[in-house]
């Protein structure tokens, strides 16, 4: 299975950016999906973003035209880049892998956080 380790976690006033990376290792499929979630003290589990083996993309609405994955095969990272930072988007994240269509993400990383200030 794979195997995931978040990094790039921290704190940064609203408006800012910060660029989290997920390096994974291990079999990938050749139908996959991997995704970006978060969870902040008292809600539930939201899914961030993701993207498939084709390069496909989806965004929750909250995050959308801030938020961008991508993904690096040749260094084995996912990455999120995040921009116009909110206070709510403070939480802890994760990454994230499933095979075939994006759900039933079986693999997780152990996350980072991220806080944002206003």
């Known amino acids: 299975q794979v195997q995931l380790v978040e990094s790039g976690g921290g704190s940064v006033q609203a408006g800012g950016s910060l660029r989290l990376s997920c390096a994974y290792s291990?079999?990938?499929?050749?139908?996959?999906?991997m995704g970006w979630f978060r969870q902040a003290p008292g809600n539930e589990r939201e899914r961030v973003a993701t993207?498939?083996?084709?390069?496909?993309?989806n965004y929750a609405d909250s995050v959308k035209g801030r938020f961008t994955i991508s993904q690096d095969n040749a260094k084995n990272t996912l990455y999120l880049q995040m921009n116009s930072l909110k206070p709510d988007d403070s939480a802890m994240y994760y990454c994230?892998?499933?095979?075939?269509?994006?759900?039933?993400?079986?693999?997780w990383g152990q996350g980072t956080q991220v806080t944002v200030s206003s």
């Open positions: 993207i498939d083996d084709d390069g496909y993309t």
């Open positions: 291990g079999f990938m499929h050749n139908d996959y999906c």
């Open positions: 994230a892998y499933a095979r075939g269509w994006c759900a039933g993400f079986g693999q």
